[in-house]
């Protein structure tokens, strides 16, 4: 029994009490990672049902964690005892760290900040979970700005291991400190990004789905056999229209089309019409039952239809790898994060089977400007163009580690 180990909340602790706003998919979850590290939780929703679901939901896994022996029963009771659900926010007046997790509305939710506000002491942390915000712009609805921070979690909070953390402009040096050591303190990994579209992960990860997307348009291979590469050559546990077809192309595009927009139009996040027309045709995936693939009862799959060892499969892997590890390098050129975070946050945070900056030193920084300038001559797109870290290394005849 492992009962005591997830118990590491204690005196030296900074934060005991904890306060979630939303009582969705996200905040249930963060809820959960909290609770089982000790801290006392109060989550509030404005809509009581989606408390009580969140309640039955989490007495759910518990019981299954129950059964399968990881935790016991006194363990479960010490999580479910640590949360207390609450429908008005005025509860969490004595929270030392509130998460907010509802709805992706800049305005709503500056709303709720400044609201929240009012209630709590004043060197409670104010976070929020979003995705596609800047937290400077959410942090500008506070009286005392430099209390917020964004602390990123991934779906599902309490199994994937990475944990985004992401101070505004306005963030103090303290509110970091304290919201890196909190989050450390839950045991999860801890990448610190700068507060730009994407932040690390949903920038790094575009090139996944947008080449393997024009690889497809471009008529060169289908989506079983482009899938079949990423998996078989490169290990990856599904292929881009599995995953896009997992996160539903609803979903996945829209985030590609904010990161687009938020970089200025820059081409290398350019969205597909393929992927565009499935969003309107409602093949959203699997929760649609039909996406790249179908997934009504009597449907057969056939990724093992192509041989991954042919030399077209390879091409196809070598294109979507480099133009990953070229979006990684550029994201260490622009200072988002460090080469340990963009490596950990791509392996922690969306399973890759390897750290991108790791991999291109595997694979040569040499081979990585002569497979991006190739791709460059052949298009003459701005999309290909190679990050200039990768060629200050190759000149230097360095590598990333
Ligand atoms: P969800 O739709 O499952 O849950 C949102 C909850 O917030 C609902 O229960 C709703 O009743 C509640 N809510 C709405 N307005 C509220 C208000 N003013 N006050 C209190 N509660 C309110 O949404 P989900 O997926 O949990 O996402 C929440 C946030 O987390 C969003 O900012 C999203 O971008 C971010 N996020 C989502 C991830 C995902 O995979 N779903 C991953 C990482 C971040």
Redesign the pocket.
């Known amino acids: 029994m492992e009962n005591q180990k997830s118990k590491i909340v204690n005196e030296q602790s900074l934060i005991k009490k904890v306060g979630i706003?939303?009582?969705?998919?996200?905040?249930a979850g963060i809820a959960q990672v909290a609770a089982t590290a000790g801290c006392t939780v109060k989550l509030?929703?404005?809509?009581t049902e989606?408390l009580k679901k969140a309640e039955k939901d989490l007495n759910k896994i518990l019981n299954r964690l129950v059964e399968k022996e990881r935790i016991d029963t006194a363990e479960k009771e010490r999580i479910q005892n640590n949360i207390q659900y609450v429908d008005t926010l005025r509860e969490l007046k004595d929270s030392q760290l509130t998460i907010e997790?509802?709805?992706?509305n800049l305005d709503?939710k500056k709303n709720?900040f400044s609201t929240l506000e009012k209630f709590v002491s004043d060197d409670c942390i104010i976070a929020s979970?979003?995705?596609?915000l800047s937290i400077a712009s959410i942090a500008s609805a506070l009286e005392k700005p430099e209390r917020c921070i964004g602390i990123?979690?991934?779906?599902p909070a309490p199994l994937m291991k990475l944990v985004e953390v992401i101070p505004a402009i306005q963030t103090s040096e303290e509110t970091l400190n304290i919201s890196v050591k909190t989050i450390k303190d839950w045991t999860k990994t801890v990448a610190v990004a700068k507060d730009t579209p994407g932040f690390i992960v949903n920038r790094v990860a575009r090139p996944f789905y947008g080449e393997a997307l024009r690889i497809y348009e471009e008529g060169i291979a289908s989506f079983a056999k482009i899938d079949t590469a990423m998996k078989e050559i490169g290990g990856f546990r599904m292929g881009p229209f599995e995953l896009m077809d997992f996160i539903g192309n609803d979903v996945n595009y829209t985030v590609t089309e904010t990161v687009f927009k938020a970089f200025y139009f820059d081409p290398r996040y350019k969205p597909s019409f393929t992927q565009k027309r499935f969003a309107e045709a409602g093949y959203l995936g699997r929760k649609s039952g039909k996406g790249f693939y179908d997934y009504s009862e009597n449907a057969s799959k056939s990724t093992a239809e192509w041989s991954s060892s042919s030399e077209k499969s390879k091409q196809i892997f070598n294109r979507i790898l480099v133009m990953l590890i070229n979006e990684a390098a550029d994201a260490l050129f622009w200072n988002i994060a460090s080469a340990e975070d963009i490596d950990n946050a791509m392996t922690k945070g969306v399973n890759y089977p390897k750290g991108l900056l790791a991999w291109a030193d595997e694979k040569g920084i040499d081979w990585c400007v002569t497979k991006m300038d190739q791709l460059y001559d052949e298009y003459h797109e701005d999309r290909y163009r190679c990050s200039p870290i990768l060629r200050k290394l190759n000149r230097e005849n360095k590598t990333f580690f």
């Open positions: 706003i939303g009582a969705g998919t996200m905040g509030y929703d404005t809509k989606a997790a509802i709805v992706e709503i709720v979970n979003t995705s596609s990123h979690f991934f779906n």
